[in-house]
């Protein structure tokens, strides 16, 4: 069956769900700070096609990523994981750039607004486990 193939695994989908929420609190947040910067200094379009593009692009590379871990996964041996990680790796950052160098060019995103969707996973993981270590903390002085 080709289909399974280019589905996401389960861990990755339940992963991305329980993501969401968060993920459209930090583009709330992010959309409010460009409308206040808006009435501030001007509204420029570019700032929020630059959001809209940087989440694009923050949900492929998270979809690719699991893409990948998954075939890691599956990998017999360390050097053939290691080196499709790698390419994996170098592969979606090169795509990235060229997107963004791309719209760049044609001066279709602002490059700060595009960015910042980019971080939201590692804010989000940082808080997850900064909560799940406190909660494991709690139930070991419990014990």
């Known amino acids: 069956m080709r289909y399974n ?3 996401l695994n389960r861990h990755a989908a339940d992963e991305l769900k329980q993501m ?19 009435f ?5 379009w570019r700032l929020y096609t ?10 492929a590379n998270f979809v690719l ?12 041996d360390f050097s053939s994981a290691r080196s499709i990680s ?15 160098a791309g719209l760049l060019t044609v001066k279709v995103i602002d490059p700060i607004a595009a960015v910042v969707p980019l971080i939201y996973p590692k804010v989000y993981y940082s808080f997850f486990y900064i909560k799940f270590i406190s909660v494991k903390e709690e139930q070991k002085n419990d014990n």
């Open 40 to 44: 501030a200094f001007g509204f420029d």
């Open 5 to 7: 193939r280019y589905r």
């Open 65 to 76: 990523i699991g893409f990948t871990a998954d075939k890691v996964v599956k990998c017999r």
């Open 86 to 100: 790698r390419i994996s790796y170098g592969l979606r950052y090169i795509g990235m750039f060229a997107v963004l």
């Open 50 to 59: 630059g959001l809209a593009v940087g989440n694009v692009l923050m949900l």
């Open 20 to 38: 969401t929420p968060y993920l459209l609190l930090f583009n709330g947040a992010a959309v409010a700070v460009c409308i206040g910067l808006g």
